[in-house]
């Protein structure tokens, strides 16, 4: 007399979980909501720079951990961050495994360095003046971990883009003068920035001025 067959449920139930869903996680991986982040600047100068310096950019976006319900298993995944690519708005782009930084914490151990010159793994010397949209997408690499299996490798990658940001570029302006200002018109005598028709004063300064693009000396 033959075996009886196996029962294929119990066969199925003995396959461990991470295997059952491999197949889909990595089908998964790439339609995840992953979180791009945000492109970065000095926060003390909100995008400001000036031309022929270094305007210093950064992605600001982290490892995230999302859990999915995925053939009745709960499974969690994490989009890990290693390359990030610029897009500077001026025609510029970089490839980089470095998101960047703020330079403004070298500032507490040394006073001497220049925000608005200082230059970085990912700053961007602009050689006009204007407003640039700067991008960044990241690509993110992939890993998931399903009841204890521990954390498996997702094979490929991902991208996602962050939230975009500008660079306000400007240059700068000197001459000799001698005694009080005498009248707004007077050169230095209407605040840090001449604002001509159809400019905008800078986003640090945007307070400072009223809609005509008068400053309003505070």
């Not at 050689?127 to 204890?148: H, K, L």
Request: net charge negative.
């Amino acid at each position: 007399m033959a075996p009886p067959a196996p029962d294929q449920t119990e066969a199925a139930e003995e396959i461990p979980a991470h295997e059952l869903v491999y197949t889909t996680v990595v089908e998964e991986f790439s339609r995840l909501p992953i979180d791009g982040g945000r492109v970065a600047f000095e926060e003390q100068l909100q995008g400001f720079g000036y031309i022929n310096r270094h305007t210093n950019v950064f992605a600001d976006v982290e490892t995230q951990t999302l859990t999915e319900e995925l053939l009745g298993h709960t499974v969690q995944i994490r989009a890990i961050p290693v390359e990030y690519t610029f897009d500077y708005g001026d025609g510029t782009v970089r490839t980089t495994s470095r998101a960047g930084e703020s330079a403004a914490h070298f500032a507490e151990t040394n006073n001497s360095i220049n925000l608005t010159d200082a230059e970085t793994p990912t700053s961007h010397i602009y050689s006009s003046t204007g407003v640039y949209p700067v991008q960044v997408t990241t690509r993110f690499i992939g890993e998931f971990q399903v009841e204890d299996s521990g954390w498996i490798a997702i094979p490929g990658s991902t991208t996602a883009a962050a939230s975009p940001g500008e660079a306000d570029i400007w240059r700068t302006s000197q001459r000799l003068v001698s005694g009080a200002c005498r009248d707004a018109a007077d050169y230095g005598c209407n605040g840090p920035f001449t604002i001509e028709p159809g400019d905008r004063p800078p986003a640090i300064y945007q307070d400072r001025y009223d809609e005509d693009g008068n400053w309003l000396g505070r």
